[in-house]
């Protein structure tokens, strides 16, 4: 089965919606847990901290069938708000992850520095084809220097992070 993810409200006004194909359908938005509980944060964070200044963008999912599955993803569209992503977050929301997105082709990395929640990551080429995913650890450190870097091998125009494990 195959997926499609369709950005309703494009990052740009010029840009056109992406559709990105990904792997076998997995959970609904509303199965996955998308908080971590307070006795499994590392000392020094706090739990209910959700991402703060981002907008949020509408996705849809739909399976080679025809089903259907809308969920809203934080956008981190500017320099600034892709460099900050999901650290310290504690706890997503509503949203079912971050979307990632570039006006053009990159090889940037992620890395899990302060982010104390397992994430999952799927990179999109500028067409919307699947690239690369990968399920990524926190790093929790006094400087980001002993963390692992993430990236496919191939440039990529999106990313969606979610909770370890719920990409499908």
């Known amino acids: 089965t195959r997926r499609t993810l369709v950005i309703d409200e494009p990052a740009s006004v010029d840009a056109e919606p992406a559709i990105v194909e990904t792997g076998e359908s997995g959970s609904t938005a509303k199965d996955v847990a998308r908080a971590v509980s307070a006795d499994e944060l590392p000392d020094g964070f706090v739990p209910g901290v959700e991402p703060i200044g981002f907008d949020v963008i509408g996705a849809r999912f739909t399976s080679a069938a025809g089903d259907v599955c809308e969920v809203c993803l934080w956008l981190a569209a500017e320099s600034d708000d892709r460099s900050q992503g999901l650290r310290r977050v504690t706890d997503l929301g509503e949203p079912v992850g971050m979307l990632f997105t570039w006006d053009e082709p990159s090889t940037s990395n992620f890395v899990?520095?302060?982010?104390?929640?397992?994430?999952?990551?799927?990179?999109?080429?500028?067409?919307?084809?699947f690239v690369a995913a990968t399920d990524m650890e926190p790093c929790i450190q006094a400087t980001s220097a002993g963390c692992t870097r993430y990236r496919p091998d191939a440039e990529y125009r999106f990313a969606v992070e979610v909770v370890q494990g719920e990409l499908g």
Do not use: Q, R, V
Request: glycine share 6%; hydrophobic share 60%.
């Open 112 to 129: 899990m520095f302060e982010t104390p929640m397992p994430l999952s990551i799927a990179w999109f080429a500028a067409d919307g084809a």
